[in-house]
Antibody, heavy 119, light 108 residues
Framework: QVRLQESGPGLLKSSETLLLSCDVSGYSISSGFCWGWVRQSPGRGLEWIGNIHHSGHTHYKPSLQSRVTLSVDTSINSFSLKLTSVTAADTALYYC????????????WGQGTLVTVSS | SYVVTQPPSVSVAPGQTATITCEGDNLGRKIVHWYQQKPGLAPLLIILYDSDRPSGIPERFSGSSSGNTATLTISGVEAGDEADYCCQVWDGPSDDVVFGGGTKLTVL
C-alpha cells in the first residue's frame, strides 16, 4: 500500500518561505507517476499547487508558478515543496499526493499538514 | 483560467438518488474525476475518467459527462454517504489541474 507522509513547520510569518517534505513508502518515486501537492482552505476548497514527474519534469499551477518550486530526492524516496513570500492566504491544510501521469487524477493522499501564516 | 462550478449543497432522503453536477465550458470534452471527502479525512477518489469506479467503490456511485456538465449520481443513498463531493479536471491549454468548489451532500 502506498503511503505518503507530510512534514514541515506548522506556523510561519508573512513573507517567509514554506518548506514541506513528503516521505513516500510502498512505492518507489523513480518508478513512475507524478508527485504533487494539493492544499485546502475553508474559503477556497481544494487547490492544486503542482507536481513533479518521476523524471523530474515539473508542472505548476499558473497562478502560483512564480512562488513554487518542487523537487524530488529519489535516494530517500521523498519530494518537497518550496513556497516563497507566504501570506495569510497561504494558510491551509497541505496534502502531498500521487497523481496519474495522463489525466492527473489523485489516487493516493497523505493525511495533510496544517500550515498557518501569521502577520 | 478554467473554472468548474458545483452547487454548494444537495439534500436527499435515504434510499433516494442524489445527483451532483459539475459545470464548465465544454466540460464534456475534458476528463472528469470525482472525490468524496468526509470530515477530518483526505479526499477519496470515487470516479475517474468520467465514469469509471476504482476498486472498492460501490456500484451505487456512477458518473457521466456531456456538453457543459458532468454528473455524479449516487443511487440508494445511505447515511454513510453524507460527505463533500468534489470534481476535478485537467485543463490542457493552461496546464492546470482544477477542482470544483465542492458539494455538501446531506442525507435527511
Amino acid at each position: 500500500q502506498v503511503r505518503l507522509q507530510e512534514s514541515g513547520p506548522g506556523l510561519l510569518k508573512s513573507s517567509e518561505t514554506l518548506l514541506l517534505s513528503c516521505d513516500v513508502s510502498g512505492y518507489s518515486i523513480s518508478s513512475g507517476f507524478c508527485w504533487g501537492w494539493v492544499r485546502q482552505s475553508p474559503g477556497r476548497g481544494l487547490e492544486w499547487i503542482g507536481n513533479i514527474h518521476h523524471s523530474g519534469h515539473t508542472h505548476y499551477k499558473p497562478s502560483l508558478q512564480s512562488r513554487v518550486t518542487l523537487s524530488v530526492d529519489t535516494s530517500i524516496n521523498s519530494f518537497s515543496l518550496k513556497l516563497t513570500s507566504v501570506t495569510a492566504a497561504d494558510t491551509a491544510l497541505y496534502y502531498c499526493v500521487r497523481q496519474e501521469e495522463e489525466q492527473l487524477e489523485v489516487d493516493f493522499w497523505g493525511q495533510g499538514t496544517l500550515v498557518t501564516v501569521s502577520s | 483560467s478554467y473554472v468548474v462550478t458545483q452547487p454548494p449543497s444537495v439534500s436527499v432522503a435515504p434510499g433516494q438518488t442524489a445527483t451532483i453536477t459539475c459545470e464548465g465550458d465544454n466540460l464534456g470534452r475534458k476528463i472528469v474525476h470525482w472525490y468524496q471527502q468526509k470530515p477530518g479525512l483526505a479526499p477519496l477518489l470515487i470516479i475517474l475518467y468520467d465514469s469509471d469506479r476504482p476498486s472498492g467503490i460501490p456500484e451505487r456511485f456512477s458518473g457521466s459527462s456531456s456538453g457543459n456538465t458532468a454528473t455524479l449520481t449516487i443511487s440508494g443513498v445511505e447515511a454513510g454517504d453524507e460527505a463533500d463531493y468534489c470534481c476535478q479536471v485537467w485543463d490542457g491549454p493552461s496546464d492546470d489541474v482544477v477542482f470544483g468548489g465542492g458539494t455538501k451532500l446531506t442525507v435527511l
